[in-house]
């Protein structure tokens, strides 16, 4: 079975639409998180949003962060349904928010998109102390 293939992921604050469908509002796009104090445990709220093509199976997706760049696991989201569709053209858009996921210590995070068990992409997110 062939994976959907990924064309973008962005995160950022928050994602809003005006309805259960596209088209969708990114808000506060960013790769930094800055925080105004180093805590032992941080938790932060925000969003990712990504698209992909090709799905013309059914299946899902589920996302994982990673300390550093492939490190360690430090979450993994629940299954996402995979929009299914007969025109392999369609592009298809997934908001995702998450609240109160936690991240070790300040650094850089690499948060993956997989299909089934298959890694299709990643993005970088950094999070610092205000003043580095």
Request: hydrophobic share 35%.
């Amino acid at each position: 079975m062939t994976p959907p293939v990924l064309r973008t992921i962005v995160p950022c604050q928050r994602i809003t639409s005006s309805g259960d469908r596209p088209p969708y509002s990114l808000h506060d796009v960013t790769f930094t998180i800055r925080l105004d104090q180093s805590p032992e445990n941080i938790r932060l709220t925000f969003a990712l949003f990504f698209a992909y093509t090709e799905s013309i199976f059914p299946g899902h997706f589920h996302l994982r962060v990673y300390d550093g760049i492939g490190g360690r696991c430090s979450f993994m989201s629940p299954d996402i349904p995979a929009g299914i569709h007969e025109d392999a053209t369609t592009v298809f858009g997934q908001p995702i928010e998450f609240e109160d996921i936690a991240f070790p210590s300040p650094g850089q995070y690499s948060i993956h998109v997989y299909w089934q068990s298959q890694d299709l992409g990643c993005t970088y997110l950094e999070v610092k102390v205000s003043g580095d």
